[in-house]
């Protein structure tokens, strides 16, 4: 795929993009941890969907708003640089990657309302055509309530499910 594939679930795209932050400064640390979590199933062999979500640079098939992806490294330690269509970057690092239990986890580099930032995907079979996607992350809220913030998160985790769902199940019907 070329990474134009986009996904809008009935509103306007949305993009974490937006919510970059121009300086370094970090205000988070003390703050409490918030944990969000999204559950979608995926009627596409566990295995094909577990190829595409552990492939750490074919993100842009699926996140919202990225147009190109890059890897430098590889395995434990990779960095993936996601570029937005007006050319903002997030940095992610891989922190674990376990082919056997079908999950991943991996850091936001990146100055965001998201501090200590860590997203894990996890696949499980539910059949020879079904598996489950838990896209989770826990962070420290900063520069805007943890309401929002989680609130925000979410909705990225979800458009972000459904856009992979998307893409799995097409041309299966």
């Known amino acids: 795929m070329d990474g134009s594939h986009r ?17 370094s400064s970090r205000s988070c640390y003390g703050c409490s941890i918030t944990q969000v979590l999204t559950k979608i199933i995926i009627h596409a062999p566990p295995d094909a969907a ?25 395995g434990i330690g990779a960095l993936r640089t996601l570029t937005s269509p007006d ?36 696949v499980s079979d539910l059949g020879p055509d079904q598996a489950e996607l838990v896209w989770s992350a826990s962070f420290q809220p900063d520069g805007l309530p943890a309401s929002e ?3 925000l998160l979410e909705d990225t985790l979800t458009t972000n499910c459904l856009a992979l769902k998307q893409l799995l199940e097409a041309g299966r019907e």
């Open 50 to 74: 577990w190829r595409v979500i552990g492939d750490f640079g074919a993100a842009c098939q699926y996140l919202a708003m990225v147009e190109k992806c890059t890897v430098e490294g590889q």
């Open 149 to 151: 913030a989680l609130t």
């Open 87 to 122: 050319g903002s970057t997030i940095v992610e690092r891989l922190e674990t990657l376990d082919e056997a239990s079908h999950q991943l986890s991996y850091v936001l580099l990146t100055d965001t309302p998201f501090c200590n930032c860590v997203t894990t995907m996890a």
């Open 7 to 23: 996904i809008t679930c009935g509103h306007r795209p949305f993009s974490v993009f937006s919510y970059l932050k121009a300086s």
